[in-house]
């Protein structure tokens, strides 16, 4: 499966300049950068993590392929971002899953909602974070 244009979601700057030279390494960095991966995030696991949750705590908003830190100039990782509403406390949500982690924040939860997590430690998050939030 050809996931990105290197076939692969993750590309370091200075493997590629060893592996084609300086010039070719940094064209193929930016056209790494500037091309998300051809396959479509997987939306299943999405509706999975809506299916996890108590009903009708999320709802499931976009789906798509976003850089990890896209300014960097020393490596890159596509992520897929699954990206939700949480209708009981009028906020909204992301889980990001990279290669090597998974990322979950909620609006408005302490920390900027932001936390690192294990895929099913992630929902739980999410479902903990939500509950406390529509208590407040």
Not at 83 to 89: D, E
């Amino acid at each position: 499966m050809n996931i990105s244009i290197l076939n692969t979601p993750y590309v370091d700057l200075d493997d590629l300049i060893e592996e084609h030279g300086e010039d070719k390494a940094q064209v193929l960095f930016e056209q790494f950068r500037n091309t998300p991966p051809k396959v479509e995030p997987d939306k299943e696991f999405a509706q999975s993590i809506v299916d996890r949750l108590p009903k009708g705590m999320a709802v499931l908003t976009k789906v798509e392929w976003a850089l990890e830190h896209p300014e960097s100039e020393s490596d890159l990782l596509w992520c897929q971002h699954y990206h939700f509403y949480f209708p009981t406390i009028k906020s909204e949500g992301m889980v990001e899953v990279g290669a090597n982690h998974y990322y979950a924040y909620v609006e408005g939860d302490e920390n900027d909602g932001e936390t690192w997590k294990r895929q099913g430690d992630a929902i739980q998050y999410i479902e903990e974070a939500v509950t406390r939030l529509n208590k407040e």
